[in-house]
């Protein structure tokens, strides 16, 4: 069975087919066969993308696939020793005579070989390939501007085709009917190298990531699906001692939850060389709280730092200080803010609807979110200011005319987190408190908002609300937000709106399909969310969470 050019890597457990088999005639190419040729080769996809990288130290020179063992001798044949040595030979893991044929080739002949690869790391800046016609490669290689020899007929090519044959044929090659893995819906064949492209850069990110650590039982299976790479297994461990083992004797790195792992995790690693990749929740997280055990559609992965953690870099900030978004993205951050707004969505997905108080006539309305005051990122980037009340007294000597409305964080109003501050205390500095409901429509109503930290800040941004930053969060600094807090000088540059969504929320976090479990683009996510088809594989455990909450509430007074 001929495979398709373009298809998916083996996810498992999912139907991630992009191409569906032709119905009577083939529809063929649609579009320009160059743009559609540099399309594909600007994202290094088709064939076995997703293999191991050749790890070769520069560019080959004469790439050879034999297909038979007789076919070792005519590969040689016009070959002359200067070009056999530099000759790489390219056999398919699944037959090891290959492996021992080869090796006894290598060395009689000189060159170098390799086993099953990815074919984009070898052809990459090759000086040639000899190949069968019913090979891959052949079309592949034509995308890639490398010369062709073609050894016998096939469908990607015959021995008597020039060089616009080929490359006609391998544009051909990437024609035919494409399926959309989230709806099943008929896909274009640039959505579906763009997806192809998405998912190449996450496998090529998790190829490194040995083992993980630190993370919660109750978010695991969604973790794996994160990490996944379909040439490994991510071992899942508790001690950090093992996960560095591991990581060190595959020569890999350790995925850990920054808040669940210790400090002398981190040190160890540094000392004993292991890379650590953090995880941690992305921005639009899921259809309910993670303090109620629902695990997570998005994290972000950050193998720099972390986005919360102004002290040192993060792979979000060098995103946004290093990316010039081309229209087309920016176009579609406009059009994923636009969704997210209309459609009342935060971190949370949509929160139940309740009335927005009503706001008092002719004085400036400010919200102040508050925060678990022992959360991370408001020990990293509060500047030493962690009390919620502390922040309230602060936002109330900068708006002295303004009304303000002071929204507890629902974690510590759940009495699950630390941060929580009598409703006496609270009125002496603020005119309401507003519990339920989702955030987004209190962000509809306020003029502005006063933050430490939170997320909320970003997410008021995305609405047009002005936005005062008394710590340094992630999105201050780009020159969007009223900055009280220390901006790292690696900031500084001056963003548009959708260049920071851009970034934020389309090229640092992944998100999962609830659906079909598939890692999908945000868009996808919000879909889900918008349209209440985003489900809790664990919904059982949030009404025992909200019993143990109000326990431990009534129990601490």
Same mark, same amino acid.
């Given at each position: 069975?001929?495979?398709?050019?373009?298809?998916?890597?083996?996810?498992?457990?999912?139907?991630?087919?992009?191409?569906?088999?032709?119905?009577?005639?083939?529809?063929?190419?649609?579009?320009?066969?160059?743009?559609?040729?540099?399309?594909?080769?600007?994202?290094?996809? &088709?064939?076995?993308? #997703?293999? %191991?990288? *050749?790890?070769?130290? !520069?560019? =080959?020179?004469? /790439? @050879?696939?034999?297909? $038979?063992?007789?076919?070792?001798?005519?590969?040689?044949?016009?070959?002359?020793?200067?070009?056999?040595?530099?000759?790489?030979?390219?056999?398919?893991?699944?037959?090891?005579?290959?492996?021992?044929?080869?090796?006894?080739?290598?060395?009689?002949?000189?060159?170098?070989?390799?086993?099953?690869?990815?074919?984009?790391?070898?052809?990459?800046?090759?000086?040639?390939?000899?190949?069968? &016609?019913?090979?891959? #490669?052949? %079309?592949? *290689?034509?995308?890639? !501007?490398? =010369?062709?020899? /073609? @050894?016998?007929?096939? $469908?990607?090519?015959?021995?008597?085709?020039?060089?616009?044959?080929?490359?006609?044929?391998?544009?051909?090659?990437?024609?035919?009917?494409?399926?959309?893995?989230?709806?099943?819906?008929?896909?274009?064949?640039?959505?579906?190298?763009?997806?192809?492209?998405?998912?190449?850069?996450?496998?090529?990110?998790?190829?490194?990531?040995?083992?993980?650590?630190?993370?919660?039982?109750?978010?695991?299976?969604?973790?794996?699906?994160?990490?996944?790479?379909?040439?490994?297994?991510?071992?899942? /461990?508790?001690?950090?001692? $093992?996960?560095?083992?591991?990581?060190?004797?595959?020569?890999?790195?350790?995925?850990?939850?920054?808040?669940?792992?210790?400090?002398?995790?981190?040190?160890?690693?540094?000392?004993?060389?292991?890379?650590?990749?953090?995880?941690?929740?992305?921005?639009?997280?899921?259809?309910?709280?993670?303090?109620?055990?629902?695990?997570?559609?998005?994290?972000?992965?950050?193998?720099?730092?972390?986005?919360?953690?102004?002290?040192?870099?993060?792979?979000?900030?060098?995103?946004?200080?290093?990316?010039?978004?081309?229209?087309?993205?920016?176009?579609?951050?406009?059009?994923?803010?636009?969704?997210?707004?209309?459609?009342?969505?935060?971190?949370?997905?949509?929160?139940?609807?309740?009335?927005?108080?009503?706001?008092?006539?002719?004085?400036?309305?400010?919200?102040?979110?508050?925060?678990?005051?022992?959360?991370?990122?408001?020990?990293?980037?509060?500047?030493?200011?962690?009390?919620?009340?502390?922040?309230?007294?602060?936002?109330?000597?900068?708006?002295?005319?303004?009304?303000?409305?002071?929204?507890?964080?629902?974690?510590?109003?759940?009495?699950?987190?630390?941060?929580?501050?009598?409703?006496?205390?609270?009125?002496?500095?603020?005119?309401?408190?507003?519990?339920?409901?989702?955030?987004?429509?209190?962000?509809?109503?306020?003029?502005?908002?006063?933050?430490?930290?939170?997320?909320?800040?970003?997410?008021?941004?995305?609405?047009?609300?002005?936005?005062?930053?008394?710590?340094?969060?992630?999105?201050?600094?780009?020159?969007?937000?009223?900055?009280?807090?220390?901006?790292?000088?690696?900031?500084?540059?001056?963003?548009?709106?959708?260049?920071?969504?851009?970034?934020?929320?389309?090229?640092?976090?992944?998100?999962?399909?609830?659906?079909?479990?598939?890692?999908?683009?945000?868009?996808?996510?919000?879909?889900?969310?918008?349209?209440?088809?985003?489900?809790?594989?664990?919904?059982?455990?949030?009404?025992?969470?909200?019993?143990?909450?109000?326990?431990?509430?009534?129990?601490?007074?």
């Amino acid at each position: 069975m001929n495979e398709p050019l373009l298809r998916s890597p083996p996810f498992r457990g999912a139907d991630a087919s992009v191409s569906r088999p032709p119905s009577g005639r083939n529809p063929g190419l649609t579009n320009e066969p160059a743009a559609l040729v540099a399309l594909v080769r600007e994202a290094r996809v &088709g064939g076995r993308f #997703w293999a %191991a990288p *050749a790890g070769l130290s !520069g560019p =080959p020179g004469t /790439v @050879l696939r034999p297909r $038979r063992v007789k076919d070792l001798t005519a590969h040689l044949e016009g070959m002359g020793l200067v070009e056999r040595r530099s000759a790489l030979w390219i056999a398919p893991s699944s037959d090891r005579r290959w492996a021992r044929a080869l090796g006894r080739l290598v060395a009689a002949e000189g060159g170098d070989w390799r086993g099953d690869v990815d074919p984009w790391s070898v052809l990459t800046g090759a000086q040639a390939l000899v190949a069968h &016609g019913d090979d891959e #490669w052949v %079309a592949l *290689a034509r995308i890639a !501007g490398v =010369p062709v020899r /073609v @050894l016998s007929a096939g $469908r990607f090519g015959t021995p008597s085709d020039d060089a616009l044959a080929l490359k006609m044929q391998a544009a051909r090659a990437l024609g035919g009917a494409f399926r959309d893995p989230f709806t099943d819906a008929p896909a274009t064949v640039e959505a579906t190298i763009e997806l192809l492209a998405g998912w190449r850069s996450i496998l090529e990110a998790n190829r490194p990531i040995v083992a993980a650590c630190g993370m919660a039982w109750w978010k695991r299976s969604e973790i794996r699906r994160f990490l996944w790479h379909p040439q490994r297994r991510l071992r899942m /461990v508790r001690s950090p001692a $093992r996960a560095l083992a591991l990581a060190q004797q595959a020569g890999g790195a350790v995925a850990i939850w920054p808040s669940r792992v210790s400090p002398a995790l981190i040190a160890d690693a540094a000392r004993q060389g292991v890379p650590l990749v953090r995880v941690e929740d992305g921005f639009v997280r899921s259809v309910g709280l993670g303090v109620d055990l629902v695990p997570p559609s998005s994290v972000v992965v950050d193998a720099s730092g972390i986005h919360f953690d102004p002290s040192g870099p993060s792979d979000l900030e060098q995103v946004l200080a290093g990316t010039e978004a081309p229209p087309r993205l920016l176009q579609r951050a406009r059009a994923l803010r636009e969704t997210i707004v209309a459609a009342g969505i935060s971190k949370y997905a949509a929160g139940p609807s309740v009335a927005v108080p009503e706001r008092q006539a002719g004085r400036r309305l400010v919200l102040v979110p508050a925060q678990v005051e022992d959360d991370m990122s408001v020990l990293a980037g509060g500047g030493g200011l962690t009390s919620n009340l502390e922040l309230l007294r602060r936002v109330r000597a900068l708006e002295p005319d303004a009304e303000i409305w002071f929204r507890p964080h629902p974690d510590v109003d759940a009495g699950h987190r630390k941060g929580a501050v009598p409703d006496a205390d609270i009125l002496v500095h603020a005119d309401r408190i507003v519990r339920g409901g989702g955030m987004a429509p209190l962000l509809d109503a306020v003029d502005a908002v006063h933050v430490l930290t939170s997320l909320t800040g970003f997410e008021a941004l995305m609405r047009g609300r002005k936005v005062v930053c008394h710590g340094t969060p992630f999105y201050s600094g780009w020159g969007l937000t009223r900055d009280l807090g220390d901006v790292p000088g690696r900031r500084g540059r001056v963003l548009t709106l959708d260049a920071l969504v851009a970034g934020v929320l389309i090229l640092y976090p992944r998100y999962l399909d609830p659906v079909s479990g598939l890692p999908c683009p945000p868009e996808v996510l919000v879909g889900r969310m918008a349209s209440a088809s985003a489900t809790n594989r664990l919904g059982w455990i949030a009404p025992l969470r909200r019993w143990q909450g109000r326990f431990m509430k009534a129990f601490l007074r």
